[in-house]
Each structure stands twice: as structure tokens, then as C-alpha cells.
């Protein structure tokens, strides 16, 4: 060994340079790819072993020959080798980064710390005091970090003197809000986007002002830990946010109207797609007493509160979910390149911008036919419902339209760069609770589909489902107000939950024995769900005011409700003259509440005083030793009937007033 050493220090400094620099680099590259192929955890294994049992020969190889030319003073060669060698630890190197990126982004895409804000806010003419006399509310929910921990702390942080009451909601807190019940309150700053859609709230933006703001990034209250496996048939529940930020890593409450079920079977290489509307009539799972309301209602709670409200519709668990910011489809789209979309017949319509901004030179105006769309436009597109025939329905078919212009864009990237610039777009505008790991095996799954496609050229059999049911304006508790409902068909819901527990293996299909066809009709793949169904609709309250009794009566007798009557007679409030006797004034159930839902109804019924008619009548057959009342309810057990006596040779009528009040009545 010391005579090896003795000729390796007599070698040519330079080339002995060279030689040790390129071993170090080599060596060196060789651990950060290493390092950075350990983290591609079940991705291509035995492809990543073999590249480093390569490389790792090749060090050796390198370190021993290279030595011997050293040696034996072949300089050349060892000049040419280490030129070699070199490029191989470069391509170590990009390798590495390149890996290190990418998983960086991955691992980014799930937000482990967002920022929360809270604003107090006050109609825009109230004149803000700090004092007792200024009234706020909050949620009566210690874990609503918005709506009641970042209350508490800008109240401590301002030194605020004001007088705080609690509320269940916060529809409730913005009617009390409105009809100057409370001075201000306490909401999530997404409050103009998550509420202006609602007919009562749809100027909100205008109509209130900012008192005080507090914001603090938090670890993530809003995450869900999963349990699922890529490996294995999952579900995806993907809720479109419509933020005014430009990345998703700001406040846990959302507007919900985008809510899509994905299941996936890695074994058959079969998906199903269940779009729910927004206006989904369901029990929320986050409500006091499991109250139902429209579905995207849920959302304003957090993406636990929609899962939990999801799972419970569908009786099947959701493995993962993603929270998809609409804005970011204008970066992703534009670096795609843009997006080729038909967009459907008899479409004209302009929307506002990503900004919200409907100044004339701001407006994106789409109409029908095959058009190349930027990343504004397509957001348009996707966003659009309000003048759409079909409404929220129509938006759905429209955002499936944008999710494949994407995936056949995405087909076409052509360079490294226009790749990150997609996964940079991906990792700022998705929160999900699927692991780096998890994404990562997701490979794996797209290797199977690029194999496996069918000969027509479609990469996996996507089932298409469709809800059916009908319209129903109703009151919903926890939105204060009536409101547009869709009431879904429950045969039609359990044909596409029978679906998707086929898919995922949950239980087994009922075999096809008979089908029948004829050549002269084109065949079209059925639509899961996608029925009429001859059901007994459901019926809703209707307004009893200026209703007799005998109506509201007859009316309730016929759907097993329980009429209570609250008599109002003079003095009292509500009463009077004008409106005939038994006319129903008031109710204290709402117009709308639906009749399945109610079992009894209290009514105020106006009740005049009652004409007590007192007669006298001469008649030769009576004698004179008859009874006489003087007045009606004296003596009387019925004073309510008129009273006769008789004298001879004469006949007088008395009327006199009797005023009733039930004994219920004050």
C-alpha cells in the first residue's frame, strides 16, 4: 500500500487533480441522486435500483481503472474517462434537482398552514363605537377559528368593549345583522363570494364595510387524515373553491357550488363521475339537530363539514378529497397553452372576470362553437350558470368540459418548462389530504391506463351519472328565508350509489340475463340515474293568511296535521273589523317549511264580538208565567243563543253585545 501511494503522489499533480475532483463529484452526485430516488417511493423500483447499482459500478470502474492509467501514466485516457464521468454526475445532478422540484411542489400541493381572517364587519351607515352600546355577534362554536377564535383575539388585541352575542349560523348572524338586531359581526373574509348569490345578500358587498380584520397563519384546522390507498379502489370528492386569492392557502370556509364524487378502480381502470347540484336539498351533517339546507350551504362550515355531509348522502366513505381554486384555472389554462372546447348549441353569454370585475372592457363573452380558450375565458365558461336553460345543470356538463379540454392539453406538453409551469399552477391552487407518497403512486396508475387503453383510443371508462329530480321553493331554516331547492329523486340517487359501490368493489353486480335492441335505433350508453320517476312530490306550507278556518282545517285534516286556533279578538294585536269572523291572520309555522316535516300548526283567527238577540212574541196558547232573560248571559248556561219570551198582546226584540275572548287569550 505505501509503495501504491508512493507512485499515486509521483503522478502528475494536474492529472492526479483531475482525477480525485472528478471521484469527489462523482461520488457526491451520486448521494444526492440517491437521496432523491429514495424519496419516489413505488415508482418505477426496480427500474431506480438498477440505475443506482449502474452507477454505483460505474464509480468503482472508474476509481480502479482511472488509478491504473494514473498509474501507468496514460493521461490521455484518464483526461477522456473523467470528461465522461463528469457528464454523468451533471446528469446526477439535474436529476436530483429536477426530482427534488418536483417533489416539492407534490408535497406542497397539501397545505399544512393556511391564513385565517376574520372581519367585523357593520352595514356601511352604522357609525362604529367601542363601547357596551355596540352589539356583535359571533358563532357559538369554540372550534370556528373565523367565526370565534380570531373573534376573541382581534376583541382582546383591539381592546374592543362591545357586547358579543352568540348565534348558531351565520345566516343568522347576517339577518340580525340586516334588520339592525346586532351592530356588526364576526365573519370569514370570503363572506361577499360565499354569500352574494343569495337573493337577501346579493348587494352585501356594497351594503356592509370592514370594521376590523385580523389574520394569522394557523396549522391547518381543516385537514382530514385519509385512510385510503391508490392501490385499492378510492373515492375523490373535488370542491371547486370560487376565491377572489389567486393561490389556496387562505381561510377554511368556501362556497361549495362545485362538488364532484370520483371512484376509481386501479384494477379495472373504471370510474365513476357523481356531479351533486348545489342546491341539493340534504341534511347537514354540522347542523344542530342534523337540519337539512342546500348542500353547498355545508361548505361555509369547512371541507369536514361537506365530507361528513357527503358521506352521509351517499352511505360510502371518502378516501381523499381536493379543494380546487377556480382562479387558479386561468395560470393552469394559460400554461397549457390554452384549451379546445365545442361549447354547446344555443350558449351567448358574457361573464365577469377572475377579478369579478363586470366593467365592459373586463366582460368575457362566450357564445357556441369550436373556439381555442385562454385561461379567463375557460374560467368564464366554467363559472357561468345564472343564464344558462338548464342553470347549475348545465354549469356542471360546462366544467366537465373545461377538466377534459385540460387533460387533452395536458397530453401535449412538449418541454420541461411548460411542465413546471402546470405543476406550479397545480401545487398553488390545490389543498388535498393525499399524501406526496399517495400522489406519487398515482404514477403507477397512469402507467395502467397508458398500457391498458382501448383500441378506440379512451384511456379509462368513465360512467357518467346524472341526479334527476325536481324544483321546490321552501323555507330552509338555516338560510332564514325561502329559498330554490332541488329535490333529488331517491331512486335516482340509489342507482348511482349502486354504481359506485360496484366500482369499488363493495358489492357485486347484478348480472344483465336479457337486452334488447333494434338495428334501426342508434344505441346511446345509459346515464346512471338519469330517470323520471312517477313519485308523490314533496309539498310545502302555503300562506293561510285571509284563509277561513274551515279551509286551513280542512286542509291540515288531509295531511295528518294538527291545527292549534289562538282566537283575536279586540284589543288584541293583530285584530281587526274589516276581516270577516274566522278569517286566519297569522301562522306560526313558515310558508314553505315542508309538510312531511310538520305534524301541528298554531293560527291566529280573527273572533268579532258576538250579537246576543233577545225576542219577545204575543201568542194566545202562552201564558203569561213564561220566563223573561233581560240580558243575554244572565242566568243564561249558553248566552250565546237568543233568548225568546212571550207577554200577551205584544212583541219586542232585544240586541245586546257580548264580547268572547278564549280563555288562552291575555
Same mark, same amino acid.
Given at each position: 500500500?505505501?509503495?501504491?501511494?508512493?507512485?499515486?503522489?509521483?503522478?502528475?499533480?494536474?492529472?492526479?487533480?483531475?482525477?480525485?475532483?472528478?471521484?469527489?463529484?462523482?461520488?457526491?452526485?451520486?448521494?444526492?441522486?440517491?437521496?432523491?430516488?429514495?424519496?419516489?417511493?413505488?415508482?418505477?423500483?426496480?427500474?431506480?435500483?438498477?440505475?443506482?447499482?449502474?452507477?454505483?459500478?460505474?464509480?468503482?470502474?472508474?476509481?480502479?481503472?482511472?488509478?491504473?492509467?494514473?498509474?501507468?501514466?496514460?493521461?490521455?485516457?484518464?483526461?477522456?474517462?473523467?470528461?465522461?464521468?463528469?457528464?454523468?454526475?451533471?446528469?446526477?445532478?439535474?436529476?436530483?434537482?429536477?426530482?427534488?422540484?418536483?417533489?416539492?411542489?407534490?408535497?406542497?400541493?397539501?397545505?399544512?398552514?393556511?391564513?385565517?381572517?376574520?372581519?367585523?364587519?357593520?352595514?356601511?351607515?352604522?357609525?362604529?363605537?367601542?363601547?357596551?352600546?355596540?352589539?356583535?355577534?359571533?358563532?357559538?362554536?369554540?372550534?370556528?377559528?373565523?367565526?370565534? =377564535?380570531?373573534?376573541?383575539?382581534?376583541?382582546?388585541?383591539?381592546?374592543?368593549?362591545?357586547?358579543?352575542?352568540?348565534?348558531?349560523?351565520?345566516?343568522?348572524?347576517?339577518?340580525?345583522?340586516?334588520?339592525?338586531?346586532?351592530?356588526?359581526?364576526?365573519?370569514?373574509?370570503?363572506?361577499?363570494?360565499?354569500?352574494?348569490?343569495?337573493?337577501?345578500?346579493?348587494?352585501?358587498?356594497?351594503?356592509?364595510?370592514?370594521?376590523?380584520?385580523?389574520?394569522?397563519?394557523?396549522?391547518?384546522?381543516?385537514?382530514?387524515?385519509?385512510?385510503?390507498?391508490?392501490?385499492?379502489?378510492?373515492?375523490?370528492?373535488?370542491?371547486?373553491?370560487?376565491?377572489?386569492?389567486?393561490?389556496?392557502?387562505?381561510?377554511?370556509?368556501?362556497?361549495?357550488?362545485?362538488?364532484?364524487?370520483?371512484?376509481?378502480?386501479?384494477?379495472?381502470?373504471?370510474?365513476?363521475?357523481?356531479?351533486?347540484?348545489?342546491?341539493?336539498?340534504?341534511?347537514?351533517?354540522?347542523?344542530?339537530?342534523?337540519?337539512?339546507?342546500?348542500?353547498?350551504?355545508?361548505?361555509?362550515?369547512?371541507?369536514?363539514?361537506?365530507?361528513?355531509?357527503?358521506?352521509?348522502?351517499?352511505?360510502?366513505?371518502?378516501?381523499?378529497?381536493?379543494?380546487?381554486?377556480?382562479?387558479?384555472?386561468?395560470?393552469? =389554462?394559460?400554461?397549457?397553452?390554452?384549451?379546445?372546447?365545442?361549447?354547446?348549441?344555443?350558449?351567448?353569454?358574457?361573464?365577469?372576470?377572475?377579478?369579478?370585475?363586470?366593467?365592459?372592457?373586463?366582460?368575457?363573452?362566450?357564445?357556441?362553437?369550436?373556439?381555442?380558450?385562454?385561461?379567463?375565458?375557460?374560467?368564464?365558461?366554467?363559472?357561468?350558470?345564472? %343564464?344558462?336553460?338548464?342553470?347549475?345543470?348545465?354549469?356542471?356538463?360546462?366544467?366537465?368540459?373545461?377538466?377534459?379540454?385540460?387533460?387533452?392539453?395536458?397530453?401535449?406538453?412538449?418541454?420541461?418548462?411548460?411542465?413546471?409551469?402546470?405543476?406550479?399552477?397545480?401545487?398553488?391552487?390545490?389543498?388535498?389530504?393525499?399524501?406526496?407518497?399517495?400522489?406519487?403512486?398515482?404514477?403507477?396508475?397512469?402507467?395502467?391506463?397508458?398500457?391498458?387503453?382501448?383500441?378506440?383510443?379512451?384511456?379509462?371508462?368513465?360512467?357518467?351519472?346524472?341526479?334527476?329530480?325536481?324544483d321546490l321553493t321552501m323555507y330552509v331554516d338555516n338560510l332564514r328565508s325561502r329559498v330554490y331547492t332541488f329535490?333529488?329523486?331517491?331512486?335516482?340517487?340509489?342507482?348511482?350509489?349502486?354504481?359506485?359501490?360496484?366500482?369499488?368493489?363493495?358489492?357485486?353486480?347484478?348480472?344483465?340475463?336479457?337486452?334488447?335492441?333494434?338495428?334501426?335505433?342508434?344505441?346511446?350508453?345509459?346515464?346512471?340515474?338519469?330517470?323520471?320517476?312517477?313519485?308523490?312530490?314533496?309539498?310545502?306550507?302555503?300562506?293561510?293568511?285571509?284563509?277561513?278556518?274551515?279551509?286551513?282545517?280542512?286542509?291540515?285534516?288531509?295531511?295528518?296535521?294538527?291545527?292549534?286556533?289562538?282566537?283575536?279578538?279586540?284589543?288584541?294585536?293583530?285584530?281587526?273589523?274589516?276581516?270577516?269572523?274566522?278569517?286566519?291572520?297569522?301562522?306560526?309555522?313558515?310558508?314553505?317549511?315542508?309538510?312531511?316535516?310538520?305534524?301541528?300548526?298554531?293560527?291566529?283567527?280573527?273572533?268579532?264580538?258576538?250579537?246576543?238577540?233577545?225576542? %219577545?212574541?204575543?201568542?194566545?196558547?202562552?201564558?203569561?208565567?213564561?220566563?223573561?232573560?233581560?240580558?243575554?248571559?244572565?242566568?243564561?248556561?249558553?248566552?250565546?243563543?237568543?233568548?225568546?219570551?212571550?207577554?200577551?198582546?205584544?212583541?219586542?226584540?232585544? %240586541?245586546? %253585545?257580548?264580547?268572547?275572548?278564549?280563555?288562552?287569550?291575555?
Open positions: 500500500m505505501k509503495i501504491l501511494w508512493k507512485k499515486f503522489r509521483k503522478t502528475k499533480p494536474s492529472i492526479r487533480f483531475v482525477y480525485i475532483f472528478v471521484l469527489l463529484l462523482f461520488i457526491v452526485s451520486y448521494a444526492f441522486l440517491f437521496r432523491s430516488l429514495l424519496l419516489l417511493n413505488g415508482v418505477e423500483t426496480k427500474l431506480r435500483i438498477i440505475v443506482l447499482c449502474v452507477l454505483g459500478i460505474i464509480i468503482l470502474l472508474y476509481s480502479f481503472l482511472d488509478l491504473l492509467m494514473l498509474l501507468t501514466k496514460k493521461h490521455k485516457s484518464v483526461i477522456f474517462s473523467s470528461f465522461f464521468v463528469m457528464i454523468i454526475s451533471s446528469a446526477c445532478i439535474i436529476g436530483s434537482l429536477a426530482i427534488n422540484r418536483v417533489y416539492s411542489l407534490l408535497d406542497s400541493i397539501s397545505k399544512t398552514d393556511i391564513l385565517y381572517t376574520t372581519n367585523l364587519i357593520a352595514l356601511k351607515d352604522t357609525e362604529f363605537v367601542n363601547s357596551s352600546d355596540f352589539t356583535v355577534g359571533m358563532i357559538n362554536n369554540e372550534t370556528d377559528v373565523e367565526g370565534n =377564535v380570531l373573534a376573541y383575539e382581534l376583541i382582546e388585541e383591539e381592546n374592543l368593549e362591545v357586547t358579543v352575542e352568540k348565534y348558531d349560523t351565520y345566516f343568522e348572524l347576517l339577518e340580525k345583522l340586516y334588520d339592525g338586531s346586532l351592530d356588526g359581526i364576526f365573519i370569514t373574509s370570503n363572506y361577499v363570494v360565499m354569500y352574494e348569490g343569495y337573493e337577501a345578500y346579493e348587494n352585501i358587498a356594497t351594503d356592509v364595510k370592514v370594521v376590523y380584520e385580523l389574520s394569522k397563519e394557523m396549522e391547518n384546522q381543516d385537514y382530514i387524515e385519509s385512510s385510503g390507498s391508490v392501490e385499492e379502489p378510492f373515492t375523490v370528492l373535488l370542491m371547486g373553491v370560487d376565491s377572489t386569492s389567486d393561490t389556496l392557502n387562505a381561510n377554511a370556509a368556501f362556497n361549495g357550488d362545485t362538488l364532484m364524487i370520483i371512484t376509481f378502480n386501479p384494477h379495472t381502470l373504471n370510474a365513476t363521475v357523481f356531479s351533486i347540484p348545489r342546491d341539493t336539498y340534504v341534511p347537514i351533517a354540522c347542523l344542530k339537530n342534523g337540519g337539512s339546507s342546500k348542500i353547498n350551504s355545508s361548505a361555509a362550515y369547512g371541507s369536514q363539514c361537506v365530507i361528513n355531509t357527503v358521506q352521509n348522502l351517499i352511505d360510502i366513505p371518502i378516501d381523499y378529497y381536493v379543494k380546487i381554486n377556480f382562479k387558479g384555472v386561468v395560470d393552469l =389554462v394559460d400554461a397549457l397553452g390554452g384549451i379546445d372546447i365545442t361549447v354547446p348549441d344555443n350558449i351567448d353569454f358574457c361573464e365577469q372576470n377572475s377579478k369579478r370585475s363586470f366593467k365592459k372592457e373586463d366582460l368575457l363573452c362566450i357564445s357556441s362553437g369550436y373556439q381555442h380558450m385562454n385561461g379567463e375565458q375557460a374560467l368564464a365558461f366554467a363559472r357561468h350558470r345564472k %343564464t344558462l336553460p338548464a342553470g347549475d345543470f348545465q354549469r356542471v356538463q360546462h366544467q366537465q368540459l373545461v377538466v377534459e379540454g385540460i387533460a387533452n392539453s395536458a397530453k401535449s406538453l412538449s418541454s420541461i418548462n411548460d411542465f413546471y409551469a402546470v405543476l406550479d399552477a397545480i401545487s398553488a391552487n390545490i389543498d388535498t389530504n393525499m399524501s406526496t407518497n399517495e400522489m406519487l403512486n398515482l404514477y403507477n396508475v397512469g402507467k395502467s391506463v397508458l398500457f391498458n387503453s382501448t383500441g378506440d383510443g379512451s384511456l379509462i371508462n368513465i360512467q357518467k351519472t346524472y341526479l334527476t329530480g325536481y329535490q333529488y329523486y331517491e331512486q335516482s340517487l340509489a342507482e348511482i350509489v349502486e354504481a359506485m359501490k360496484i366500482n369499488l368493489e363493495l358489492i357485486e353486480p347484478t348480472p344483465v340475463k336479457t337486452f334488447n335492441f333494434s338495428v334501426n335505433d342508434e344505441y346511446e350508453i345509459p346515464v346512471i340515474g338519469k330517470k323520471y320517476y312517477t313519485v308523490q312530490r314533496n309539498e310545502t306550507i302555503p300562506d293561510f293568511s285571509n284563509q277561513t278556518l274551515s279551509y286551513v282545517q280542512s286542509w291540515c285534516s288531509a295531511r295528518n296535521i294538527t291545527v292549534n286556533v289562538n282566537y283575536i279578538g279586540p284589543g288584541s294585536t293583530g285584530y281587526s273589523q274589516l276581516l270577516l269572523n274566522d278569517t286566519v291572520i297569522s301562522q306560526d309555522v313558515k310558508r314553505g317549511k315542508l309538510v312531511k316535516d310538520t305534524s301541528s300548526i298554531t293560527v291566529d283567527v280573527i273572533k268579532h264580538p258576538t250579537t246576543i238577540t233577545s225576542t %219577545t212574541t204575543t201568542s194566545p196558547i202562552i201564558t203569561s208565567d213564561s220566563t223573561t232573560t233581560n240580558e243575554a248571559g244572565e242566568g243564561d248556561e249558553n248566552p250565546d243563543e237568543t233568548t225568546t219570551s212571550t207577554t200577551s198582546g205584544t212583541t219586542s226584540t232585544t %240586541t245586546t %253585545t257580548n264580547f268572547l275572548f278564549p280563555q288562552n287569550d291575555e
